[in-house]
């Protein structure tokens, strides 16, 4: 419930601030006083957007503020899910800076327009002159048909299920364009992977397979100068290791003279021996060195078909081939995946649509027995508000596909006048029936739903005083169960109210301001008085408004 609004620098308003009541409020004032200024200023605290030209002092900061009690309305898992701390006292502020700049907080704390609007749409619902659209729309309709069923609660866990459904089957889609890709692609992949394999490819094999070719080619050159280094060395009556033989002989001769002619010997010995070492590995060598042509042809031909694969893809190294041997690998290993997220997605989808087209029959029954119950209650408010030939019908169809709202379509028709044919609303009724019959559908809706607060933004407009009274009545009504406030200009109206707040506009040599009060008693009398009369209220009309607040 809207318990106070304090507004500051807004439009015509300096500042003001209004306290808010139970059942049936009624405001009232003269034309162009600033009664829609009202709303304008609380459409901004539930999310609407912000205009710099709104302020009233182009210089300071707008300031709206509306506190609301909402301890009976379920909303703190609202509040732990925007991480918003829970107050039974709600305040929701805006602010508009000179500059544009807009702010929105929720009990201090600061949030985006679309939490402040999610919020909003959870408190009031503002009944403006142009609603009467909403009876076009599908999801208003069906909102009104479960709310008079009692199938709210089931229509939720529907649309759960549906919306998963839905999920699952653009997974399906997505999943679906990938394997027809992949399918595509796949031959093409599985070709070079197969050519990557047959490779056997291994890190360091090009400079390995380059050294062998290298050797194979020149082998010829390599074996007789590796046979004359031996020769030079060990081969023959005179060679190095002959002749070093004899050095060694006479330092050895001489090392017992002195600890400096030991350390020549022994440095001669170990030249000796590392020398017949090196002379046994270049045999060695020497031998293991093999013309092979066949062999070469071998070396020549892999070298050619590393050389080859690596310009193919772009790389430089075995490492880089081998990653790219990974990475198609994987992407053959994800289509076999791919087939098994498909064949699980459809076996889901089989089984959500079966719990989906259960609920949506249940559903369906349930709507179908109550629609006469709302065309009879609907019959009898559209009486009230004298049109006794007016008939409201709905017309539900079962479809053979599941949509966001079950198996069902639905109309609204409407007939004003006996044996005419039901039509749909916005072909067959005025501006006037469609605003009385909103009014009778919200009436409805108002019985059944938890919302706190409606307001009437000028729902009597193009009606007799008789409709009027009987409007007000309606309002008056709604208002024991919920906060009802109504913007009016008909006296009849004014009248039903529990509570008035009267608007009014004052001129200073600067500038004109609006500002809004409670009427006393005696202040209402005077100002419904004054809503019969032309010019100043006659004692007749005096007596009238007193004769209309009495009844």
Known sequence: MLQNLRIQNFALIEETEVRLNEGLTVITGETGAGKSILLGALGLTLGNRADVSSLHDKTKKCIIEAQFNIKAYQLQPFFEINELDFDENTTIRREITPEGKSRAFINDTPTTL????ELGEQLIDIHSQHETLLLKETNFQFELVDAFAKTTGLFADYKKQFNQLSKLKKQLEDLTIQEIQAKKELDYFQFQFNELEEAAIKPG??????EESETLENAEFIKGNLAKSSLAISGGDENILSALALAKQQLQSVSKFGKQFNELFERINSVAIELKELASDIDHC???VVYDNVRLEEVNAQLDKLNRLLKKHGVNSEEELLKIKEDIETKLQQFSSLEL????TNKEIIALEKQCKTLAKDLSDKRQKSTAGIEQNIKTMLTSLSMANAQFKIELKQQEQLSANGLDSISFLFTANKGAEFKELHKTASGGELSRLMLCLKALLAERTALPTIIFDEIDTGVSGDVADKIGTILLSMGKTMQVITITHLPQMASKGENHLYVYKSDSKQKTTSSIKPLTPDERVAEIAKMLST?????????????????
């Open 114 to 117: 679309s939490v402040l609007k």
């Open 205 to 210: 094999e090009q400079q390995q397979l380059e």
């Open 286 to 288: 020497e031998e293991d």
């Open 341 to 344: 997220s498909i064949e699980k």
């Open 535 to 551: 010019g100043t209220p006659t004692e007749t009309a005096l007596k009238n408004a007193k004769e209309l607040l009495n009844a």
